[in-house]
């Protein structure tokens, strides 16, 4: 298996090679793609309740052992000296430059065991971390589901679901056999499910309480079954979502999924990093999709300060990787993440080539217009490039299309800039047709931009910068 | 297990039990959504090659015995006495009182044995018929896989593709390792893929001859990879259609999917099968969607001569089940079958609501939105009905939404009707959000609608009428 070292020596840059992936549009997979229909799968986690199947999508890692700890924090920007047992932070490491890399949720399982959970880039790093400064951990890597498997059964380690939406609790106590203690934002305790104990992390959406609960993979059909029967007992309308609408509740919420792991550039650990990763791993395979087009990969890498993650920063801590490159840009001016909010008439032009001869405008994809696993399209105020759309969907709560990305320090809420929709020549990817550019209008709004969400996510993360629980 | 004639008890009438089903969006399941992208998949089969995966999405019936032939002709509308060994039909079942149960696609392969492929409602009516009429056949049936598998392993008897568009021809000369004789439309012979011998229909779809071949499903994975190597060997772009994608093929060819089996009304033969049928089968749990609502259900019902299969109809043979029905009708004046093309500028209005407040029109999903297993929109001349759409999907091909449906004798192609879109108010159907109803404007023409379909689709069929080889 070649290296994705290798792989790089054949294309004139990184971001040439990632534009032309030829992987397809990057998948919630083996979940059905709808259970009822995607408009009133988005309606249920701001209306009642609805059943998150997050089984699938995500790369687990188990990281334990006598260094466990050290390990993870070395590798991650968060502090840990909070960081107590039954409780989850949302963990980020960057390179020692200082580039976010990726971003799992990590749970704290016991004094010596984590589990982390999300894409591939920080499970892969760390992979590669504890063997390149031979940590004494010991580390179970379960990749995410197959994107297509046409038929073959998928295992997974554990069963993943959430239940979220005003109503969700309702559920959650029935489920539970009575009250539950109160467990607070983004700490972990045990309920009942039926006949089963099980872990269970206090999330929230839509301003309303809502519990992520996971287990052993084989309990998967018992526990499906035991939230189902409990919804229909507590007479909540529980809606199960479907591939089609899960990855766009994360517009109503402000979480970008898709940075871009900054790890083609640098030397040191990283060019060893290269090295170690194959030519069939996310950081190969993965692609770049948009408008925005640059010959410097690092162009699209983003910094925590960037994505709002700059007040996790464990500044306390005495080294971690990345540590002197974060305090270098600390007071420096950076990016903010926003929403953009698309302008409808504009987003009606582009869908209404769609019934005209030629090639048409690039095709706005319904409710997920993403193609590509790291989205970047220019965002301009006249010629002046002042932003990133970095991830895109439509939300029927909203009737709008919305992308989350970042914004240079002077653009604020309210600003109207222009959106640059498409790319600006054909690649090689799967994933679209060939297409036209087209200008849409973009009002700059706040990340999260639900207003529930806004006003009233939950304590402690960085949706409402109160405190910093998940941090 | 109820049957279907206890389940209806339930209803005021079949009508208000097919409209408010909760079993969701009859899905095309298993094979992935897309796998380039659905625009281009489109695009393939009118451009180069597309291989569509048809494992899945069918019921499978084998019927064998001293009296099969016999049986089968006796239940459906075909001639059989041109019936020859290694070729196929589009075969026909109607009721006693000469309405369409559904169709399949019917392949002789010994003398005593027949394999039928198709939707549910015509195994369904055979195996029934089968020991109601105490035949001599021995039957296997294998039903359709499941909608959402969620991560089980799915399998069927056969794996079952077609390769099809312009330039399917060449991969399929290099997967058989050199030219293939002549085979006629709709019939059958052997060709290599690879090491083995393989059964192939000749087919056709983009005025090109194309294939479908199948086999035992456990040689699935080793033909799909020969059959892509093949194409690679042959220069041609061969692409994989997904699921979104795939259903909308018909709207191209004129094939209409989903006409309502005519088995909820009528005594005798009608009433045991109603009281055989059980409550979780297709004629149970389908849905009925659309504008178009009457007490009466057989309002919904077809003949083959709204369908254009009244050619089809042997005639000559001693009895067969509906004959005397369809003598009555033969010369009265009958429905037939159109494409209506869309209003541009009306079906923008329709996506403009979905970005306003309150209720949104019927969203119309790319590309394919029909929300039931049988769509049912009215087709208004002024305020009268006119005719009916019954297969909704947009073609990036035609750069347009079409619809497959019937329309009175007295309307002409040209004619620009309206069509009724959404339901008048709500059910209990999952598969729809709320919404408005809304007038679209349709133009009327012929079926199949692309040119290159209508003008040398292949002699031998009701596409063309030339011939009644496919009869």
Known sequence: ??????????????????????SGIY?????????????????A????????????HMDELIVEGPQATEFLSHHGINRFDNFGLNRAKHYVPVTPAGHVIGDHIIFREREDKYVLVGRAPTANWLMFAAAWGNWNVRLRHDPRSPSRPEGERVLRVHYRYQIQGPEA???????????????????????????????ALRHGMSGAPGLEIWGPYEDKSYILSTILQAAEDAGVNLVRCGSRAYSTNTLESGWIPSPLPGIYTGEGMLADYRDWLGDDMYEAVGSIGGSFVSDNIEDYYMTPFDLGYGFYIGWNKDDFIGKAALQEMKDKPHRKKVTFEWNRDDVLKVIATAFEDGTPMKWIDFPQPNYASTSAD???????????????????????????????????????????WGEPEPT???STERHRQADIRVRVCPAPYARQARESYAPGSWRTKAEKAAG
Chains 1, 2 share one sequence.
């Open 378 to 420: 220019m965002v301009l105020e006249g010629d002046r490039m002042v932003g990133l759309s970095m991830f895109n969907g439509y939300s029927f709560n909203e009737r709008a299309l919305l992308s989350l990305g970042v914004v240079d320090p002077d653009v604020e809420v309210g600003d109207v800039l222009t959106l640059k």
């Open 169 to 199: 609790w309702k559920v959650i106590e029935k489920m539970n056999g009575g009250p539950i203690p109160d467990i607070p934002f983004f700490h972990v305790d045990w309920i009942n499910v039926g006949s089963k104990r099980v872990q």
């Open 27 to 43: 998948v919630y997979p083996v979940v059905a793609p709808e259970f009822a229909n995607w408009r009133d799968e988005q309606r």
């Open 428 to 430: 090689m990817k799967t």
């Open 1 to 22: 298996m070649p290296s994705l070292s290798e792989l790089m020596k054949k294309w004139k840059n990184p971001v040439e090679m990632l534009r032309n992936s030829r």
């Open 45 to 56: 986690w701001r209306e009642s309740a609805v059943l998150f199947d997050q089984s699938h």
